[in-house]
């Protein structure tokens, strides 16, 4: 009896995952960060005492988030 | 449980004291605000640069509190373990003589490795934004509880100093002891919810001023 010769681009596959996952994940970002700036209105506190860093610590991490994502659609 | 969110647009206007002017309030001006709370601080008494939304103009923040620093041992550890577990395994894993039942390009590998930093740095980050925004504070007039459990559940809660029926604070526990830290309970009158500050330091000291300014605003 011969089988058909399935194949299937496991290439293809791993591709797909990868950037559904790091899709997601940006979603999720964006999520933190309209969640962390919410909170930063509700609770003002100094500039030198940390919500400056905060701020730009959400900022950034919603950029790398946003550039791994471009990164993984070229690279991928 | 009063609103406390308020919009910019209606945020109430509180107009700088001298005390609090600091370089970044005006260049020019020579720096004399000097009980600003550290970044990293728990407990700080009247600390100045802490606003909060719907404060009232005559009313003054007498304590902030947070968890101590203490309770953000055991996710730094994680981060550190996580931070350290690609490396030991690209050192290892050359040495272990084992194949992949399938050949994954490099290029996927370094997104992978960067996806994973990513997500950790996610969790660290997220982890210390859950520490610094879970607030408690006692002001001249009133308790305000923030609970920030999670990045999209917040939790927030206040009562007038005389709505306090009963304070207790509990301390168990070797680590508790040592760094002298722990739970600090309120009940509040019947339809209101009890108030918790949780891990606080000196648990004590706080249970002592609240007591002192619920007598006080009883008298009033």
Request: glycine fraction near 4%; hydrophobic fraction near 50%; charged fraction near 20%.
């Amino acid at each position: 009896m011969i089988l058909p010769n399935f194949t299937f681009d496991i290439t293809l596959i791993t591709k797909l995952f990868f950037l559904i996952l790091i899709g997601f994940y940006t979603i999720f970002v964006i999520i933190v960060f309209t969640n962390i700036r919410s909170l930063t209105k509700l609770i003002l506190i100094k500039r030198s005492s940390g919500s400056k860093l905060i701020t730009n610590l959400t900022l950034a991490y919603l950029i790398l988030t946003i550039f791994l994502f471009i990164l993984a659609v070229v690279i991928l | 449980m009063p609103t406390l969110y308020t919009s910019d647009e209606t945020k109430p206007d509180i107009k700088p004291d001298i005390t609090t002017l600091s370089i970044e309030d005006d260049p020019g001006q020579i720096k004399v605000n000097k009980n600003e709370p550290h970044i990293l601080s728990s407990f700080h008494e009247k600390p100045e640069g802490v606003q909060f939304a719907n404060q009232d103009d005559d009313e003054v923040v007498l304590l902030f509190l947070r968890r101590h620093y203490i309770t953000n041992l055991s996710w730094q550890i994680a981060t550190i373990i996580f931070g350290i577990l690609p490396l030991l395994a690209f050192a290892i894993f050359p040495y272990l003589n084992v194949s992949l039942p399938i050949d994954i390009p490099p290029s996927y590998i370094l997104v992978l490795v960067l996806f994973y930093y990513l997500i950790v740095f996610g969790y660290t980050f997220i982890s210390f934004v859950v520490w610094f925004y879970n607030v408690g504070i006692i002001s001249n007039h009133r308790v305000i509880d923030i609970d920030v459990n999670g990045i999209n559940s917040k939790d927030v809660a206040a009562t007038q100093l005389e709505d306090i029926i009963d304070i207790s604070y509990k301390q168990s526990g070797l680590k508790q002891s040592l760094f002298d830290y722990g739970d600090v309970y309120m009940e509040t009158q019947a339809e209101k919810p009890n108030f918790e500050f949780l891990s606080v330091p000196h648990p004590a000291k706080i249970a002592d001023l609240i007591t002192k300014l619920n007598a006080e605003a009883r008298r009033r």
